[in-house]
């Protein structure tokens, strides 16, 4: 690719217009999302460079689309309403994310907390990740090729937990690994039948709190190469 053709595409003009990011963000807006922070991030994030070429055209619409090795990057809403979750009781520093995927996600959280450490089991799909935050100057984010269902213990506890593929059940470890005070963003159910869950350390024990069916690809076992 050219210099200029990168650089245009990096400003997102041509084939995704300023026009077409600010109706996105207005349909966000309309949907309930009301953190301004998160809808000021999602807008001058380039969704268009965390697709294929073929896709970048269709970047701005509220879908997930597929990223290849059957996964999708993650629909905005659902990116933008998880963020917004997370991030309801305040700031957070460390946010552990599950499902590197694209990047996308991870970008957003990037800009909204001190400090992202990303886990992935597809290690291609890690290492574009990697190279697209690169690229965005986004480095605040250290990232884990392994078992989500593992967390990253090393490096806990963490204020936010955020999955973003659904569970048959709470992974043990990412409660062992939230730190007092710290949620838990997860959907968790199988098939089509998947709630999003808010997960709280209290003092004593975890509270629970269910948010409404969604749909995302299984968070499956094991790191792969
Ligand atoms: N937030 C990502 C969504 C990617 S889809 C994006 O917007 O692009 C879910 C991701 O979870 C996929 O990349 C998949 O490989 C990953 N995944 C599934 N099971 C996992 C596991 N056990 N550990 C780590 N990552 C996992």
Same mark, same amino acid.
């Given at each position: 690719?050219?210099?200029e053709? &990168? =650089?245009?595409? !990096?400003?997102?003009i041509g084939?995704?217009?300023?026009?077409t990011r600010?109706?996105l963000?207005?349909?966000?807006?309309?949907?309930?999302?009301?953190?301004?922070?998160?809808?000021?991030v999602?807008r001058?994030?380039? !969704?268009?460079?965390?697709v &294929?070429?073929?896709?970048?055209?269709?970047?701005?619409?509220d879908?997930?689309l597929?990223i290849g090795?059957?996964?999708?990057?993650?629909?905005p809403?659902?990116?933008?309403?998880?963020?917004?979750?997370l991030?309801?009781?305040?700031?957070? &520093? +460390?946010?552990?994310e599950?499902?590197?995927?694209?990047?996308?996600?991870?970008a957003?959280?990037?800009?909204?907390?001190?400090?992202?450490?990303s886990?992935?089991? @597809? +290690?291609?799909?890690q =290492? /574009?990740? +990697?190279? !697209?935050?690169?690229?965005l100057?986004?480095?605040?984010?250290?990232? !884990?090729?392994? =078992?989500?269902?593992e967390?990253w213990?090393?490096?806990a506890?963490?204020?936010g937990i955020?999955v973003?593929?659904?569970?048959?059940?709470?992974?043990?470890?990412l409660? =062992?690994q939230?730190?007092?005070?710290g /949620?838990?963003? @997860?959907p968790v159910?199988?098939g089509?039948v998947?709630?999003?869950?808010?997960?709280?350390r209290?003092?004593?024990?975890?509270?629970r /709190?269910?948010l409404?069916?969604?749909?995302f690809?299984?968070?499956?076992n094991?790191?792969?190469?």
């Open positions: 690719m050219g210099r053709q &990168d =650089d245009m595409l !990096r400003r997102g084939m995704t217009s300023q026009r600010e109706r963000i207005q349909r966000l807006y309309e949907e309930g999302i009301s953190n301004a922070k998160v809808l000021e999602i001058r994030t380039p !969704r268009h460079l965390f &294929d070429e073929a896709l970048a055209h269709r970047a701005y619409e879908t997930a597929p090795h059957n996964q999708t990057i993650s629909q809403y659902m990116v933008a309403r998880m963020s917004e979750l991030l309801e009781a305040g700031p957070l &520093d +460390k946010v552990m599950i499902g590197t995927g694209s990047g996308y996600q991870t957003v959280l990037s800009q909204l907390v001190e400090r992202v450490f886990v992935e089991r @597809i +290690k291609v799909l =290492d /574009r990740a +990697k190279e !697209r935050l690169v690229e100057n986004l480095r605040n984010v250290v990232f !884990r090729w392994g =078992d989500g269902w967390g213990p090393a490096l506890p963490y204020n955020i973003t593929a659904v569970a048959t059940d709470v992974p043990q470890a409660l =062992d939230l730190a007092p005070g /949620r838990l963003v @997860i159910g199988s089509e998947q709630q999003l869950m808010l997960i709280i209290e003092e004593q024990g975890f509270s /709190r269910v409404g069916a969604v749909r690809v299984p968070l499956l094991g790191p792969l190469a």
